[in-house]
Nanobody, 122 residues
């Protein structure tokens, strides 16, 4: 069992930055790939980014490439999503997820956090 706890959401102006954190806990938490999805009002939950458990490989959806950076600190079992140049269309609830393969994490995965709200507005 892996438990995920997100933090770092909030309100930011267009062009601003936020950093989301997701800490994993549990017996196998250090060996999972981790990622982020987001769900905007009236839309389905969508993949944003994922990282292997070693941190050696990352994948991003096209709409965030060059603006978002995903990294992880395995000593703290934590991943960080640095979001720069935020746009109003980035407004959504952001969910951390995890699974034992990168592919599974990118397509959904078995473990999910509760979500954190990100609002981009002037």
């Amino acid at each position: 069992q892996v438990r995920l706890a997100e933090s770092g959401g909030g309100l930011v102006q267009p062009g601003g930055s936020l950093r989301l954190s997701c800490q994993a806990s549990g017996r196998t938490s250090s060996s999972v790939a981790m990622g982020w999805f987001r769900q905007a009002p009236g839309k389905e939950r969508a993949f944003i980014a994922a990282i292997t458990w070693t941190g050696g490989m990352t994948h991003y959806t096209d709409s965030v490439k060059g603006r978002f950076t995903l990294s992880r600190n395995n000593g703290e079992n934590t991943v960080y999503l640095q979001m720069n140049n935020l746009k109003p269309e980035d407004t959504a609830v952001y969910y951390c997820n995890a699974d034992f393969s990168l592919r599974a994490t990118m397509t959904g995965g078995r473990y999910w956090g509760q979500g954190t709200q990100v609002t981009v507005s002037s």
